[in-house]
């Protein structure tokens, strides 16, 4: 079994596949959802290592489950890459606020979701 463990969260269903066989082919575990209330479930019962989740999605949107996230003390502390649409970008501000680790514009490399994966997990983990 993995010993890490990422959430990732899109109603594109390719954009989940891709980023999940990229973070499995490096030893995580992945958990997936296509909709931020599910995931905010996922997260509560699984807490992930992080979450990677997108900006616009049906039910929840993702800065709404970050919202959720944020005020539920098992799950406050996990770090969070926010993936975003052109021309959808998030304010420094509302960022800092809910605590988004990193904001990613669409298209993206799997190996730039990793490399930050990897960035954003060392940064929380003081390394």
Same mark, same amino acid.
């Given at each position: 079994?993995?010993?890490?463990?990422?959430?990732?969260?899109?109603?594109?269903?390719?954009?989940?596949?891709?980023?999940?066989? +990229? /973070? !499995?082919?490096?030893?995580?575990?992945?958990?997936?959802?296509?909709?931020?209330?599910? @995931?905010?479930?996922? #997260?509560?019962?699984?807490?992930?290592?992080?979450?990677?989740?997108?900006?616009?999605?049906?039910?929840?949107?993702?800065?709404?489950?970050?919202? +959720? /996230? !944020?005020?539920?003390?098992?799950?406050?502390?996990?770090?969070?890459?926010?993936?975003? @649409?052109?021309?959808? #970008?998030?304010?420094?501000?509302?960022?800092?606020?809910?605590?988004?680790?990193?904001?990613?514009?669409?298209?993206?490399?799997?190996?730039?979701?990793?490399?930050?994966?990897?960035?954003?997990?060392?940064?929380?983990?003081?390394?």
């Amino acid at each position: 079994m993995a010993d890490r463990k990422a959430l990732v969260v899109d109603d594109e269903f390719h954009i989940v596949q891709v980023v999940a066989i +990229k /973070l !499995r082919n490096n030893g995580f575990e992945v958990i997936t959802a296509d909709n931020g209330a599910d @995931a905010y479930t996922l #997260a509560c019962e699984h807490k992930p290592d992080i979450v990677i989740t997108d900006y616009q999605m049906p039910g929840l949107t993702g800065l709404e489950l970050i919202e +959720k /996230l !944020r005020s539920t003390p098992e799950t406050a502390a996990i770090p969070v890459i926010m993936l975003t @649409a052109r021309g959808f #970008a998030i304010d420094e501000q509302k960022k800092e606020k809910l605590g988004v680790n990193v904001c990613l514009s669409k298209p993206f490399s799997p190996r730039e979701v990793f490399q930050t994966v990897e960035d954003v997990l060392r940064q929380t983990a003081g390394v």
